[in-house]
């Protein structure tokens, strides 16, 4: 019974930290828009992004390789580094 109830606990817990929204935080001031960086994510997934837009809120509009255009907010990444 106990374990059945920490895991519901534990399972509760994360759906609620990939479901709710992620709080804005402030760009850093050397992220430039035309400069290309490398994105680290959790699981030590990283890729090339070059900086399109910024919006104060914390996210960036970037483009990959492949020119595909998304918004990344920054409070899901764990480094960036300038690659240009």
Wanted: charged share 20%; aromatic share 10%; hydrophobic share 45%.
């Amino acid at each position: 019974m106990l374990r059945r109830l920490l895991f519901s606990v534990a399972v509760t817990l994360y759906l609620l930290s990939v479901s709710l929204p992620a709080r804005a935080v402030e760009v850093p001031p050397f992220i430039q828009v035309g400069k290309t960086y490398l994105i680290s994510w959790g699981g030590g997934n990283a890729n090339g992004y070059t900086v399109r837009e910024i919006d104060k809120s914390g996210w960036i509009k970037v483009s990959e390789s492949s020119n595909e255009i998304v918004w990344v907010n920054l409070e899901h990444v764990i480094k960036i580094q300038p690659l240009k």
